[in-house]
């Protein structure tokens, strides 16, 4: 079994920046992948990910505002997010998978992020 803990959700103003934090406990994920989804009304979207050896993938919508990150030694993934904007309102939840085609087999619990002015 894997947990995996999220922090730093909050409110935040249209413009401003926020850092998500995703820390796992429980088996070792430094070798898989790791992941950052949103969700809103009940749809759950991926924003980033990032493997093992530091590939990232990123939806269109957060490229060149959002920067996913990780600290192997701290089992940790962060998720930087500037320039924000309403749209980003979501509970933003990390997630662990083996492979980029596998499906992710651990979620943690959420943390909501909202922006708003």
């Known amino acids: 079994q894997v947990q995996l803990v999220e922090s730093g959700g909050g409110l935040v103003q249209p413009g401003g920046s926020l850092r998500l934090s995703c820390t796992a406990s429980?088996?070792?994920?430094?070798?898989?992948?790791m992941a950052w989804y949103r969700q809103v009304l009940g749809k759950r979207e991926l924003v980033a990910a990032i493997?093992?050896?530091?590939?990232?993938n990123y939806d269109d919508s957060v490229q060149g505002r959002f920067t996913i990150s990780r600290d192997k030694d701290k089992n940790t993934v962060y998720l930087q997010m500037n320039s924000l904007k309403p749209e980003d309102t979501a509970v933003y939840y990390c997630?662990?998978?083996?492979?980029?085609?596998?499906?992710?087999?651990?979620w943690g619990q959420g943390t909501q992020v909202t922006v708003s002015s």
């Open positions: 997630s662990t998978r083996t492979t980029w085609s596998s499906p992710s087999a651990y």
């Open positions: 429980g088996r070792d994920v430094s070798g898989n992948i």
């Open positions: 493997s093992s050896g530091g590939r990232t």
